[in-house]
């Protein structure tokens, strides 16, 4: 059997509920894998699993809902999957 790093693994969910914070303007690194135990933020445990941080900006500061369940279309807002 041929070993496949390549390949992407499944994100594991953070939570099921989005977490509301308020956002300084900035650069932002969204765990889209869910392995890190910095969420919502990237901490590099994605290494190896094909799925990449998603890197976002705000533009000044706001309150969002931060995804946690991993399922978003919007990421890395919540668009409500995890009510699915």
């Not at 303007?25 to 933020?41: D, E, M, V």
């Not at 190896?48 to 399922?71: D, H, L």
Request: glycine share 6%; proline share 10%.
């Amino acid at each position: 059997m041929i070993n496949h790093p390549e390949r992407k693994a499944e994100p594991v969910p953070a939570g099921n509920r989005p977490l509301k914070m308020k956002l300084a303007a900035g650069k932002y690194f969204w765990c889209s894998c869910g392995r890190s135990t910095n969420a919502p933020w990237c901490n590099g445990l994605h290494k190896n699993t094909g799925i990449r941080p998603f890197r976002f900006v705000i533009e000044q500061e706001c309150e969002v809902f931060i995804c946690q369940c991993k399922k978003t279309s919007n990421p890395p807002f919540c668009d409500e999957s995890h009510l699915k």
